[in-house]
């Protein structure tokens, strides 16, 4: 080999060695990067965030919910609308939250109760209200937001649970919930992570969220739709179309069509302590505008997977005849 | 038998029931149909008891003054939380004669939210576990 040639190959691996040290440094910049962009809603095992079921007061209310709901003047008006208490507010607001949505920042919020008829879930024996039931309060934004057959819906739904019926939630009819209508439950909600996936646990139901990833032209109708997501900064966007229209989008049965889109967002906010969700709904057929709403969650450790992952339906027949929806029950199995 | 007044040892035994366990399974549904302000406290038969999630019922056949009878059902919480109040799937069985005090339905039908129950050797059981927020 010549001089020549000798200098020629000992370049060659020089800039091989170069152009490999740079790939492995992009490399591991780009894999830094990565973890950096994903928040961790993923929890350690035996970690939830709770949706307040059995664990109402196990976190402050600051610790989780927006200061803009826990201090405004508006909801401290409804509470005291509502007969609770003024020094009460503060915790009526709390357990509020464990199954109901929360009004968004700003713009049209979901359903609420009447406050003729406030609705107090189990949890408000602690401010000395004994638990009513459901009655959508038809004097609102939301529900002129309604179109005249929604609105139809819930006076329907509002006729029965005044007379007594039907005046379960959905979710403990062991339905199938949709979104947002899921977000509503109060069992922990879990996450697990993966770089094409996303799959979210919550009380016996599962979502698949497929991750930078377009929607499909036409998928086909589910009860969850489909969800694709990406990461926003500290944020996971989850975009869901393709829903079924046997779901509602809240407790009090207000319904949606098919054409229901629904963008959620997830952030883990006060150094773990809890997951900020919103959510926006889009469904012309249903709705005259777009809407939102929130439901806050807070990290609830010692609580495993397991501990909340009940059968729904054995003996939750209509003991008391009280015209409760039917456990759905499937004849033919689909495989 | 349906013994209408809320005697003090009853009483006692509600507030055991509800002091027990600082973490309540998970009761899924709202209680808005029982009156959480009442108690009745019958005696009757066990005709079943049903061991099941999310709750445990009993059916229980209770007798009037007239001699009617009607079948009770009082819901429980779930197995796991009955579990560790000292409940079995065996605790009862058809043809048991027991004691037990219900919250009652508001509409005045037979049934309700069990609050507490006297079993025929005189051994005492309540249930917290019917109290989560829905």
New interface residues.
Partial sequence: MSVSSQSKVQIAAALTAAFCGALLVLASQHAAAQSAAIPPLMLPYGSGWSGGIGGRTLAPPESYLPPDYLNSPEQLQAAIARGVPADKVKAYLQIRESNQLLPPESGIGPITDDPAHPFFNNGMREIGKPSTVRIAGLDSEAARNLKPWALEVVKKQNALALAGKNVEARHARCWELGVPGILEVPQPLYFIQTPDEVVMYNGWRVRHVYMNVPHSKNPPLTWYGESVGRYEGDTLVVDTIGQNDKSAVDAYRTPHTTKIHVVERYRVINGGKGLDTSFTVDDPDAFYKPWGGRRPRFLLPNRPLNDMDQICAAGNEDHFDLGLDPVPQEATPDF | MILSAMKPKTLVLAAMALAVAA???????????????KTVTVEGTVKQF?W??????IYLTVADANGQTAEW?I?LG?P?GLLRQGWTAKTLTPGMKVKATVHP???G?V?GQFVSLILPDGKQLGDSST????
């Fill in positions: 973490f309540p399974a998970a009761a899924h549904h709202s209680t808005a149909m029982f009156d959480a302000s049903l099941t999630n999310p709750h445990s019922w059902p819901e779930g796991g339905l508001r509409e039908k049934g109290d989560a927020p829905q």
